[in-house]
């Protein structure tokens, strides 16, 4: 009996998040499977990602349906072929629709380059330079209607330091991305988070062990 949680990876670019969580599962960090990955961009590199691990890569075009509803459900279709229990939206540029997320309540994870609320939407890190913050870093989250507006599961901070670019910025930040989507995914395999209102709750509670971050140092 297959005991693992299947999980559907939904991808439009790259596909470094997806290696991060392939790599958990390969070194037996995070109990899980990889059911499929899907994008919407012929030429991601995600696709070819998963097919070195034999996961099976399918590419459904968006622009082959009237709309986004149309094509969420065509990605529900996929998805529920390959009995897919968490969707992990791993760079995927499209925007969810009711369609998907009623099927899968609080069981659709997104992450973002940015401490949310803060920044929301593309391009978060540079809004973060241009606001001049001292402190950012990402949110893994479950997805909601909103744009990047759903129950805060982990977020992990960095300092935005002198001279940061949106590239220096973003290459920290991402390394942290690759720590903490993981990690969500495994607390949620193992039935540990809860979601009351706008509050995931994680049990057992973690026990906390890292100082406050601080930037500039006090």
């Known amino acids: ?18 290696q991060a969580i392939i790599d958990r599962i390969e070194n037996g960090e995070l109990t899980a499977k990889i059911a499929c990955v899907i994008s919407n961009n012929a030429g991601a590199f995600a696709l070819e990602r998963a097919r070195r691990y034999g996961i099976p890569a399918l590419h459904l075009d968006h622009r082959l349906f ?14 529920r072929e390959y009995e897919v229990e968490l969707v992990a939206l791993a760079g995927f540029m499209r925007i969810i629709t009711p369609v998907l ?3 899968y309540p609080h069981a659709i994870m997104n992450i973002h380059p940015a401490l949310l609320p803060a920044f929301p939407g593309l391009h ?16 893994v989250h479950f997805v ?5 507006t759903g129950p805060v599961i982990i977020q992990s901070a960095v300092p935005v330091l002198e001279g940061d670019t949106e590239e220096t910025l973003s290459a920290r930040i991402q390394v942290e991305e690759h720590r903490v989507y993981p990690k969500a995914i495994g607390l949620f395999a ?13 049990s057992p509670p973690p026990v906390l062990t890292t100082a406050a971050l601080i930037n500039p140092p006090a």
């Open 1 to 18: 009996m297959n005991n693992l949680l299947n999980i559907g990876v939904l991808a439009s670019g790259n596909g470094s998040n997806l």
């Open 66 to 79: 009237p709309g986004r509803a149309g094509y969420d459900a065509a990605l529900l279709e996929a998805l």
């Open 101 to 103: 997320i009623d099927a």
């Open 124 to 139: 978060a890190q540079k809004q973060a330079l241009d606001y001049g913050v001292k402190i950012s870093g990402c949110t």
């Open 144 to 148: 909601d209607p909103g744009t990047d």
């Open 190 to 202: 193992k039935g540990c988070l809860k979601v009351e209102g706008r509050t995931v709750i994680i």
